[in-house]
């Protein structure tokens, strides 16, 4: 009987680093004013990746920072 936790030899895994880059704005409206304000956001994830099958399904997870 096999348990849950042994690898099975098609997992493989690696790390993989984006840069992204995002806007977000709001708009508030109110006693006959509008204000928009938009925001740029720059995000570091740096993700490990688990491939779980040998068709290249992935889990990937890890840590993100952000810069506005």
């Known amino acids: 009987m096999e348990a849950w936790y042994l690898k099975p030899n098609y997992w493989k895994t690696?790390?993989?680093?984006?840069?992204?880059?995002?806007?977000?704005?709001?708009?508030?409206?109110?006693?006959?004013?509008?204000?928009?304000?938009?925001?740029?956001?720059?995000?570091?994830?740096?993700?490990?990746?688990?491939?779980l099958t040998k068709d290249g399904l992935s889990l990937e997870m890890g840590p993100q920072a952000s810069l506005w």
């Open 14 to 51: 690696s790390l993989q680093s984006e840069f992204l880059y995002s806007t977000q704005d709001a708009k508030l409206s109110g006693l006959g004013t509008q204000v928009k304000n938009e925001l740029g956001y720059l995000a570091v994830p740096v993700l490990a990746k688990f491939y």
